[in-house]
Nanobody
Framework: QVQLVESGGGLVQPGGSLRLSCAAS????????IGWFRQAAGKEREFVAAINWSRGSTYYADSVKGRFTLSRDNAKNTAYLQMNSLKPEDTAVYYCAVNSGTSYTVLAELKTYDYWGQGTQVTVSS
């Protein structure tokens, strides 16, 4: 049974940082790309970042480029989303998901993901 568990969310002031983790089990982690999506209240879920399994290539939404960094540790079956210079508009529930694809076109599309975590709340507010 595949499980994805996000952690690391919380309340942070504008300009602050958080590191989200996505711990996976029940699958061969090194053969899956990892994507992060977020959903703000009243809005659709949107792509944030992804890292593919084949080359470790990373992709970011324009809104987070230069502020967020996605990495993975295959030995720990865990992916990390480092979020710096956080803004109030980053407030959302953040979800990780796994995908067997590798290209940006596939990884930016939420419908292509196979499994999802339960989400972790990130609130950026003073």
């Amino acid at each position: 049974q595949v499980q994805l568990v996000e952690s690391g969310g919380g309340l942070v002031q504008p300009g602050g940082s958080l590191r989200l983790s996505c711990a996976a089990s029940g699958l061969t982690f090194r053969l899956y790309s990892i994507g992060w999506f977020r959903q703000a209240a009243g809005k659709e879920r949107e792509f944030v970042a992804a890292i593919n399994w084949s080359r470790g290539s990373t992709y970011y939404a324009d809104s987070v480029k230069g502020r967020f960094t996605l990495s993975r540790d295959n030995a720990k079956n865990t992916a990390y989303l480092q979020m710096n210079s956080l803004k109030p508009e980053d407030t959302a529930v953040y979800y990780c998901a796994v995908n067997s694809g590798t290209s940006y076109t596939v990884l930016a599309e939420l419908k292509t993901y196979d499994y999802w975590g339960q989400g972790t709340q990130v609130t950026v507010s003073s």
